[in-house]
């Protein structure tokens, strides 16, 4: 038997017909089988095989099925490592397992599965393998609902069902659950498992199955992918920040920044100089006009808080947590990581949320609210997560997701996949933050996309992960790490290789990164930034027609002067500027070149373009589904724009605004010459509002999301 590795599968049940389970006896199993749309992830190295005798029954052990009843003859079952079976229910109905009704090994499952609600059946006990007692085992059964995961130890053997070979096929095109802003559908069961054993790059299957028709009522519409687009002759091209000239612009100049051992205790702090947030978080305070940067202080030192008017000059004001100094962390608390985000639906006295988890090994970390991000009133243990765990806020599901990080060490899996997050989503920060750990589910990790560095020559890691929300989609960022090993550095006084990689999702789980260049790397060289490059809670600022990518970066210490670990040693933040919207364009030459999306519907009335076409033109025109031009929006009344705006409008002759479209299914189609386009959106009014979400926000801005169009763009020059 061939077993095959980095594979998910999905399984409908072959299930017992007119079963039920009596509270005073098990219950015989019936004379027939019939199939059932149940199913069943199972994750993990594995594959299927047919229950019979001489059958091998575990891929990492050469035990093979000796006896088999007549009734489970011929029954798939899942062949995979006998130490574990986790699975994720697709579809409700019955599923079969089978285990020891002996504990003489340690491999007694009967409690386990009892305590998830599985009933024994009145099926003899048989000898499943071997001569001994402890290896005869009984059958299982439960009628399972869709969304239920089980994870079940040493050991029980799944039967039952049958194969599907592609999971999110199977779920995308029978997705029945949430509708999201976009017009995505999402499969029932949610979230969905990933399969840490699978190396291949993350599947995004909204652009395998989109919806019929795109809503783009929120925000505005990137081609960060294809999501949009029916056919295009047009190139698309991704594009790279460019760093700030004037960088850094926070580095250490305080004693609580220095670690001075007088200023503060630090019961895991090593002394080191440090002014930067390790994810900590970056927000414009409309009510104030100006940004607030909360930033760890030395190494593990206490939180500090900063605040700004352009985003790059930063002062640092005193308060009454530590007086004389800007520290706005409890007393109490040692941060190791941590992230600041704003809760914009939430009571005033609740406006600012916060996430610690401490140094160590994986432990409870504190969630915490504030009516002003100064003062922490409310505090809240968490679930169970590892040292490099942070949270980010979902608005177009409205879900708080806690980025919890792990490692995946597994010794019968052919690869190391290593640092890697779990996902865990809640309504509620403050009400969900005490998640178990079967809540949280494998999620994000490096994957053989990912290049091998050319200094380091070691497997790439997911050593961290923060999102926003920006226009219409989830923004985020991998922080790839490349090496070396912790105690190299220690020895060598240089921080580790940590860079940036832009990734982007429209459902808030599946996350595409189709460039994989490091949009902010290291420098490698001896600069404020030479490595241990980090992302910021917020991750951008938008300034006028610029976005601010905050990140942090560490220049070590290789002489060991400063003190004796240099590896974390003197951190400092700097920005790293780009386009709005500028993350990829769509772009054509000389000759004409066009692009056509699929179906969209939209509430507003203007469209509006970020284009760059200063030697060429843009035009467009509405058409119907079936490719009719809509009268009096054709491309021959469309008037071209030429020059560059990331703000624009496109209008026709002879016509007023798109009202009459309002609610219909059109195709928008593009034509252009010598140019870039980035961005198009349909706004309520002549201001170019795009009702997207602002990711940090910046000037002339007044929330979450953009009601103000180039409002803003004024605000910023001012």
């Known amino acids: 038997m061939k ?12 299930l017992l017909t007119g079963m039920a389970f009596s509270e005073e006896a098990p219950r015989a199993l019936p004379d027939q089988f019939s199939a059932s749309l149940a199913g069943v992830y199972f994750t993990g190295m594995g594959e ?18 000796k006896e088999c009843p007549e009734k489970l003859q011929g029954l798939n079952f899942w062949v995979s490592s006998i130490d574990t079976t986790t699975l994720q229910v697709l579809e409700s109905g019955w599923l079969l397992m089978l285990t020891p009704y002996s504990d003489a090994r340690g491999s007694d499952s009967r409690p386990a599965l009892e305590a998830e609600g599985f009933a024994l059946l009145d099926v003899s006990a048989f000898q499943l393998f071997g001569e001994e007692d402890w290896d005869h085992v009984q059958v299982w059964g439960k009628e399972v609902a869709a969304g239920e995961h089980y994870h079940f130890d040493k050991w029980v053997v799944a039967l039952g069902f049958e194969p599907a070979p592609s999971p999110y096929v199977y779920a995308w095109q029978n997705n029945t659950g949430e509708t999201l802003y976009n017009g995505i559908v999402l499969p029932e069961a949610w979230p969905p498992t990933i399969d840490p054993a699978d190396t291949a790059p993350m599947p995004v299957p909204y652009l395998t199955y989109p919806p019929e028709v795109v809503a783009i009522d929120v925000g505005r519409q990137l081609f960060i992918d294809d999501f949009l687009i029916e056919e295009t002759d047009m190139q698309r091209v991704f594009h790279m920040p460019e760093k700030y000239e004037g960088n850094p612009v926070l580095q ?9 051992p007088e200023d503060h205790e630090k019961p895991y702090g090593h002394g080191n100089a440090g002014a930067a947030p390790k994810s900590g978080g970056i927000w414009w305070r409309p009510e104030l006009q100006e940004f607030h940067m909360w930033y760890e202080t030395s190494w593990f030192g206490p939180i500090a808080l900063a605040a700004s008017k352009d985003g790059l000059h930063w002062e640092r004001p005193e308060f009454d947590i530590r007086p004389g100094t800007n520290q706005v962390s409890p007393l109490d608390i040692t941060p190791d990581s941590w992230t600041v985000a704003p809760d914009w639906d939430a009571p005033p006295e609740a406006r600012w949320t916060m996430f610690v988890q401490p140094p160590g090994t994986p432990q409870s970390g504190t969630s915490f609210t504030s009516p002003d991000g100064i003062h922490w009133n409310e505090r ?17 599901r409205k879900k708080w997701v806690y980025s919890l990080r ?3 060490h597994y010794p019968n899996y052919p690869v190391e996949r290593g640092r890697a997050r779990m996902y865990y989503e809640t309504d509620d920060f403050m009400g969900g933050a005490q998640w178990e750990e079967a809540d949280r589910v494998d999620w994000l990790m490096a994957d053989h996309a990912d290049t091998v560095d050319y200094l380091t020559r070691e497997t790439p890691q997911l050593y961290n992960f923060d999102a926003v929300a920006y226009e219409s989609i989830m923004l985020g960022f991998y922080q790839i790490h490349h090496g070396p090993d912790n105690r190299v550095c220690v020895e060598a006084g ?9 990734a982007y999702s429209r459902d808030g789980f599946h996350w595409d990164r189709p460039d994989r260049r490091m949009h902010i790397p290291a420098e490698r060289r001896d600069v404020w930034d030479r490595g241990y490059i980090q992302s910021v809670g917020g991750l951008c600022a938008i300034m006028g027609d610029q976005l601010y990518f905050y990140y942090i970066g560490f220049r ?30 769509m772009e054509a030459g000389e000759a004409p070149a066009a692009l056509l999306t699929r179906p969209v519907q939209f509430s507003g009335k203007h469209l509006f373009v970020n284009a760059d076409v200063p030697e060429g033109s843009l035009r467009a025109e509405i058409r119907d589904v079936d490719g009719r031009p809509v ?3 054709s491309l021959e009344n469309s008037i071209p724009f030429h020059g560059d705006s990331t703000l624009t409008e496109l209008r026709w002759e002879g016509g007023t605004d798109l009202e009459s479209l309002v609610g219909q299914p059109v195709r928008i189609h593009f034509e252009m010459t010598q140019g870039a386009l980035y961005a198009f959106w349909i706004s309520p009014d002549v201001t170019g509002q795009s009702g997207g979400y602002v990711a940090a926000g910046g000037p002339g801005f007044t929330g979450p999301t953009d009601t103000v169009g180039s409002l803003a763009y004024a605000a910023y020059r001012r």
């Not at 077993?3 to 999905?10: E, T, V």
């Not at 240089?494 to 832009?502: D, G, M, Q, S, W």
């Not at 002067?561 to 386009?579: D, F, I, Q």
């Open 3 to 14: 077993f095959q590795s980095n594979m998910m599968w999905l399984v409908s049940g072959a």
């Open 48 to 65: 299927v095989a047919a229950f019979e005798p001489g059958a091998r029954l575990f891929n990492d052990r050469v035990y093979t099925v």
């Open 252 to 260: 250490p100049e305080t004693p609580l920044e220095f670690g001075s």
């Open 380 to 396: 809240l243990e968490t679930g169970i997560a590892g040292d490099r765990s942070t949270h980010f806020y979902n608005p177009f």
């Open 406 to 408: 792990y490692g995946v």
């Open 494 to 502: 240089l921080p580790k290789i940590t860079e940036l990689n832009f």
């Open 556 to 585: 070590g210490d290789e002489d060991k002067a400063l003190t004796s670990n240099g590896l974390y040693e003197r951190s400092a933040t700097g920005v790293a500027k780009l386009r709005r919207d500028g993350f990829a364009s």
């Open 631 to 633: 009268a009096p929006f």
